[in-house]
């Protein structure tokens, strides 16, 4: 068994501790019962964690499922080794659709309805648009709930339909290449030349916890920020630090960012 208190410890400094508890629950569950135990959805962050987690116990092995086949939210299924089924990961599959004439409905907008209805973040996963409306992935024991509950996002009515995992579509991003210059890598700066605001918006952003790096919530403005790095900004899709080039004549940092869209 995986010494427990030796990766409490090493997660405490990151903030990652209660985290790193359940999936710790869940890692020494399928151990004990040598079948397998599956997580909520988690960011990719949090799948890194449990893949730590699992490489930590000699006889279990991890893996992931978000029903769409390039998911960003995924479920980790711990899986005793000597399990020879196929775990299950108790996700179902939803279109919805509304009226596309009269409302144009974002991700915030999906998001905030479900929050709206009572859920946590953690029972949904992907969220994509098609030209019908959208797709998206959830806990399976809430199906019920959400059938009954999702009638409306924001002032829009919407029909929802439960799907196959077969029928969702793979989801596609748009990725804008940009080059900048900055002074320093602080993180208010190289995230206000990928998404196209002012430093000072940027800032207040990060001081209001709408941005995250790596998908961990940034500690600050000045916090920095290294080449390949992730920062996303809430409902504003990610930026990617995919090149530090080097240093122009004025002494500034010549850069090259991914924005996922």
Known sequence: MADREKILRYFRAGGDEELAAKLLDLAEGAHRSRKFRVSD??????CNVAEIVAAN?????????????????????FVAEDFFGQPDFGMVCFKVEWDKRYYELSHRDILGAFMGMGCKREILGDIIFIPEGAQFVADKSFTTYIMNNLTQIGSAPVSLTEITEAD??????????????????????????????SRSRMSDEIKGQNVKVNWKEAKNAAQPVSEGDIIS?????????????????????????????
């Open 41 to 46: 959805f988690l960011d990719p962050h949090g």
């Open 57 to 77: 116990f000699e006889n279990v092995k991890l893996e992931t499922s978000g029903g769409f086949k390039n998911a960003e939210r995924m479920k980790v299924a």
């Open 168 to 197: 969702l579509l793979q989801k596609e991003e748009k990725v804008k290449v940009i080059s900048a210059t900055v002074a320093a890598l602080r993180l208010d700066a190289v995230a206000a030349a990928g998404y196209g605001v």
């Open 233 to 261: 900004f809430r409902s504003r899709g990610r930026v990617e630090v995919a090149e530090i080039r080097g240093t122009t004549k004025k002494g500034r940092l010549s850069i090259t960012l991914k924005r996922y869209i």
